[in-house]
């Protein structure tokens, strides 16, 4: 029952590096999303999908790149790394069919945290 | 847009005592869903509670209880013979129900209380 995955857990990278991080969920779940927390900000939607093909932005999109070829799978990018997004990483997905069990919650993976020097 | 406000950064109790996080939401929705996530040093993020808006009995689970006030847009959560597996962030979060007319997808998550529970 892996749920949602995330990798890596941990990564640095210095300013002006590109990466991605990995997310997949093996819930079938249609929407899917990327939260940053930092400290006494609580957690911010970077984008979200609702389905393969489908994205949008969240509160704080910028510097981030996201795409969904699947159902699965959700990687965000970050396409010039910047120390502002040293972070903790979220991906979290969820169901959005009828009001069954566990209509509206979010699943979430591990988390990632990302350093940027 | 919704907001929700946890004014409470830190809280402490004692083990075995009750202790209560306070959350107050603002929407002018009808349809909607309000939780409670944990998250431990281990920073995994943890369902506690969830709270239908249109179901007025509050919510159990266990030690874990909530006061839903759906007038006053509030939203506390109730921890009762509090352990010390029970030290971690609490996020108060709300999302838009699938009636809304709104987007039901987004969480709007609370920045968060830290919880210390005291031996």
């Known amino acids: 029952n892996a749920g949602v995955t995330q990798t890596p857990k941990f990564q640095v990278l210095k300013t002006g590096q590109s990466m991605t991080l990995q997310c997949a969920q093996d819930m079938n779940h249609e929407y899917m999303s990327w939260y940053r927390q930092d400290p006494g900000m609580g957690l911010r939607l970077i984008h979200y999908?609702?389905?393969?093909?489908?994205?949008d932005q969240g509160e704080v999109p910028n510097g981030y790149n996201v795409s969904r070829s699947t159902t699965e799978d959700f990687p965000l990018r970050l396409l010039s790394a910047a120390p502002s997004q040293t972070s903790v990483y979220f991906c979290?997905?969820?169901?959005?069919?009828?009001?069954?069990?566990?209509?509206?919650?979010?699943?979430f993976g591990e988390g990632s945290r990302l350093t940027v020097l | 847009a919704q907001t929700v406000t946890q004014s409470q950064p830190e809280m402490s109790v004692q083990e075995a005592e009750t202790v209560t996080l306070s959350c107050t939401y603002d929407?002018?929705?009808?349809?909607?869903?309000l939780f409670w996530y944990k998250q431990p040093p281990s920073r995994q993020m943890i369902l506690v509670i969830r709270q239908e808006a249109y179901k007025q009995q509050n919510a159990t689970e266990n030690r874990f209880s909530v006061n839903f006030q759906k007038a006053a847009k509030s939203f506390s959560l109730k921890i009762s013979d509090s352990q010390l597996g029970d030290a971690a962030m609490y996020f108060c979060a709300y999302r838009s129900g699938p009636n809304s007319g709104g987007s039901n997808y987004k969480l709007t998550f609370g920045k968060g209380t830290l919880l210390t529970v005291n031996p």
């Open positions: 929407t002018s929705e009808s349809d909607y869903y």
């Open positions: 999908s609702v389905g393969a093909g489908i994205t």
């Open positions: 979290a997905s969820s169901s959005l069919m009828d009001r069954g069990l566990n209509y509206g919650e979010l699943f």
